[in-house]
Nanobody, 131 residues
Framework: QVQLVESGGGLVQAGGSLRLSCAAS????????MGWFRQAPGKAREFVAA????????NYPDSVKGRFTISKDNAKNTVYLQMNSLKPEDTAVYYC????????????????????????WGQGTQVTVSS
């Protein structure tokens, strides 16, 4: 079992910034991909960011590229999502997740982008961007 707890969500004005964090605990593991997804009411869950175990590889969709940055601290089993230049369309519940699925020796543009490849999910944290 792996438990994931998100924090850092809240209300912010358009153009502002937030940093989300996700702390993992429970069963120990050494190789994994961590990611962030978001879901607005009535819409499908959307990929936001993914990062390799080493932290050297990342993926972002065009909707957040250049504005959001994913990072991690393996010693703390924690992943972060720095969100800058926030827009009202970023309003959603944000979920962190961990994938144990092997991806071989090559990181690609698709790695970590599909929610079906993730094994554990957090409870989510609300991000609301006004005006």
């Amino acid at each position: 079992q792996v438990q994931l707890v998100e924090s850092g969500g809240g209300l912010v004005q358009a153009g502002g910034s937030l940093r989300l964090s996700c702390a993992a605990s429970g069963r120990t593991f050494s190789n994994y991909v961590m990611g962030w997804f978001r879901q607005a009411p009535g819409k499908a869950r959307e990929f936001v960011a993914a990062i390799s175990w080493s932290g050297s590889n990342t993926n972002y969709p065009d909707s957040v590229k250049g504005r959001f940055t994913i990072s991690k601290d393996n010693a703390k089993n924690t992943v972060y999502l720095q969100m800058n230049s926030l827009k009202p369309e970023d309003t959603a519940v944000y979920y962190c997740a961990v994938s144990l699925r092997p991806y071989g020796s090559t990181w690609s543009r698709a790695t970590g982008t599909s929610p079906v490849t993730y094994d554990y999910w957090g409870q989510g944290t609300q991000v609301t961007v006004s005006s």
